[in-house]
């Protein structure tokens, strides 16, 4: 059963109209009506609500309506690669700045503090990518190639920039 035919059932089963079910999830009429039309699907936060509200448990409101949990899990997976691919270039500007700023401002605290931050995102961006689905598919040993090359590749810049940052707030 869709999951819109349970809200209505639920609504209809305590006596509520649309409206008053909109206002006790603080939501327009209007959105209980698409979602018990199949118009539009209510978001997470809204049927954790109706399950707290009502005593209806979350299973069996999501595991009845399976469009709405491929849904949610493509919602899931899409926020998880914005992440990912606004992180990485972020990192990359972090990395690059600091090189500008030391050749054109001479040295300074700010291009070692910019370089660290920058090294500490892109090490995070890595650790997203093991929840991509290319990363499970890969050889365990060229896995953990790639984590030793990113080790030798950072590991002195991330030395450099704790130094640096260390030295610039010791000399200001």
């Known amino acids: 059963m869709a999951i819109g035919d349970q809200i209505r ?14 206002d006790q ?8 009506s698409k979602w018990e039309t199949g118009s539009a699907q209510p978001s997470f936060d809204n049927i954790v609500s109706i399950s707290d509200q009502f005593g209806v448990s979350l299973d069996d409101l999501l595991r009845a309506d399976l469009m709405l949990l491929a849904a949610l899990r493509q919602q899931d997976q899409q926020k998880e690669r914005r992440v990912f691919w606004l992180g990485l270039p972020l990192a990359t500007l972090l990395l690059t700045l600091p090189l500008v700023l030391t050749h054109t401002a001479g040295t300074s605290w700010l291009p070692d ?3 660290l ?3 500490t995102l892109f090490l995070w961006a890595m650790g997203r990518v093991q929840r991509q689905p290319l990363w499970a598919q890969l050889p365990r040993g060229l896995k953990w190639s790639l984590w030793l090359a990113l080790a030798f590749c950072w590991l002195p810049i991330l030395i450099n920039g704790l130094g640096g940052f260390l030295v610039g707030l010791g000399s200001h």
């Open 25 to 32: 999830l603080h939501i327009s009429r209007q959105s209980v």
């Open 117 to 119: 931050a920058g090294a």
């Open 113 to 115: 503090l910019l370089g």
């Open 9 to 22: 059932n639920i609504r209809l089963e305590h006596h509520l109209s649309q409206q008053a079910l909109a």
